[in-house]
């Protein structure tokens, strides 16, 4: 998979991931840049044996190390709305929707980093155990144990109204 390909794939992928991440769309969209700008800058993309992971890791390392230079163990609240997708609602629908999209975003961000980030990996991008082992390289159980208390928790912080499936 030549540079190009990878970008067009994996870019929007990515920085939704970010963004879920970081809590800021501006943010995001740096964090984006600098994840294809490490990679076109690397040159090994011949030597990777699965883009998709490899991509998701550089990501992945930048928004820790941007928390680490910042100092920011603690996880911001997202200050901005998730963007919206292009999807016509019947108006109450989407009021209910978008309330529903914010109470998980806030609850979200009152999670612990690694569980966030499973949860997003499993939930949100439906990727599958095997995947998410890959990504963060954990094992099968850390990675299971860690998303059955983060729905936990997440259940507690919304009070029963978010169930696991």
């Not at 501006?26 to 964090?31: I, N, P, Y």
């Not at 997202?78 to 998980?104: C, G």
Request: net charge positive; with cysteine; hydrophobic share 40%.
């Amino acid at each position: 998979m030549d540079f190009e390909e990878l970008y067009n794939k994996q870019f929007h992928s990515t920085y939704v991931f970010i963004r879920y991440m970081v809590g800021n769309a501006e943010l995001a969209e740096d964090l984006t840049q600098e994840t294809f700008l490490r990679i076109y800058k690397a040159k090994n993309l011949d030597r990777v044996a699965n883009a998709q992971v490899y991509t998701r890791q550089v990501a992945r390392n930048l928004v820790y190390d941007y928390y680490r230079r910042k100092a920011l163990i603690k996880w911001l609240p997202f200050s901005q709305r998730h963007e919206q997708q292009e999807v016509t609602y019947v108006p109450e629908d989407w009021l209910l929707q978008q309330e529903q999209r914010k109470a998980l975003f806030e609850a979200l961000q009152q999670l612990k980093p690694l569980q966030r980030e499973i949860l997003i990996y499993r939930k949100i991008e439906e990727r599958s155990i095997e995947e998410t082992c890959k990504i963060l390289g954990l094992t099968a159980m850390k990675v299971v144990n860690t998303q059955r208390s983060a729905m936990k928790r997440l259940e507690q912080i919304l009070g029963g109204a978010y169930d696991e499936a």
